[in-house]
């Protein structure tokens, strides 16, 4: 059976512990545990089914218990996140999913909340003072059945017509096990493959493809189903009750406060993404900015 997960720790905790190629270590910042995992070569890529790159991990206290965007939390993740970034020039970002689905609303909800600065620049930039702002452009890229666009595709044709050094994209990721859910950020310069955690595989999205660096950001908001199981069964009980139900397969398990965790991930993202991006501002100008 198929263990179904966004999450480099879990296809490391799945491959196990000493994967050829991989690179671990963990350490502490600001009271948060972040993990580094670096897949170096094409073993370490089959291995863990993985690709090639730098994957950064962020533990969190809950975010549907009394949570609360501290500056030293952004900071942090703004710090993790500014580490993949090129140092300058303009950054696209991308929220990637379906706003009218909850579990998958946390790429348009963060996007929503990026200080888009593209457009603010000459006479207006600095007689406002904001000549100090990084160029950013923001778009929410729907999903292909509302769009009829691969996700791909339509940042393709933004990356052709803007030349952005970089694209941010920002997706809900699957975990392989539920109390990872709002939990967990994940940060990786390898790209994105959005819907492979759930086994709706769409055209990948990464610098192949586009022609620049992707930073991927996410946040798991949902389990795979029979991945749950398998952990909890073994995987030969989930594949007898998998034939006994029509489209097991496509089910999906999320959390009772789905809607609050992804408001509360999405600020916290973008709070986060606009510190990385605008470090010659506080935090205090930013949320003014805001």
């Known amino acids: 059976m198929q263990m179904r997960t966004d999450l480099a720790i879990e296809a490391r905790e799945i491959a196990g512990e000493r994967v050829a190629g991989m690179d671990f270590s963990e350490y502490r910042e600001n009271g948060l545990k972040i993990s580094r995992l670096t897949v ?12 090639i790159g730098t994957y950064i991990t962020i533990e969190l206290p809950s975010l549907t218990d009394n949570f609360r965007e501290t500056d030293e939390k952004i900071m942090t993740i703004g710090a993790e996140i500014r580490r993949l970034l090129p140092v300058n020039g303009l950054l696209l970002v991308a929220g990637l999913g379906n706003n009218d689905i909850t579990p ?14 593209r457009h603010i620049t000459g006479e ?4 406002s003072g904001l000549d100090r702002l990084r160029p950013v452009a923001v778009m ?15 940042i393709l044709s ?29 940060i990786s310069d390898a790209g994105i493959s959005p819907g492979a955690g759930v086994g709706n595989h769409r055209t990948k999205i990464n610098q192949e493809t586009l022609g620049v660096p992707v930073i991927a950001i996410g946040v798991p908001t949902v389990v795979d189903a029979n991945t749950f199981a398998g952990d909890l069964l073994g995987g030969e009980s ?44 506080d935090i205090k100008e930013l949320i003014s900015l805001m």
């Open 238 to 281: 989930v594949r007898r009750t998998a034939e006994s139900l029509p489209n097991a397969e496509q089910l999906i398990v999320i959390p009772r406060e789905i809607d609050l965790l992804t408001e509360r991930a999405s600020r916290l993202l973008g709070f986060s993404l606009n510190a990385a991006i605008q470090n010659n501002f």
């Open 158 to 186: 933004v990356v052709k017509r803007i030349r952005p050094n970089a694209v941010v994209a920002i997706d809900a990721l699957a975990s392989r096990r539920p109390e990872r859910l709002g939990k967990t950020v994940q």
């Open 124 to 127: 207006l930039a600095r007689a």
């Open 140 to 154: 929410n890229t729907g999903v292909t059945g509302q769009t009829g666009i691969e996700t791909g595709e339509y």
């Open 104 to 117: 998958d609303s946390l790429g348009p909800k963060t996007g929503g909340r990026v200080l888009a600065t």
């Open 40 to 51: 170096r070569n094409q073993r370490a890529k089959q291995a863990l089914g993985k690709e």
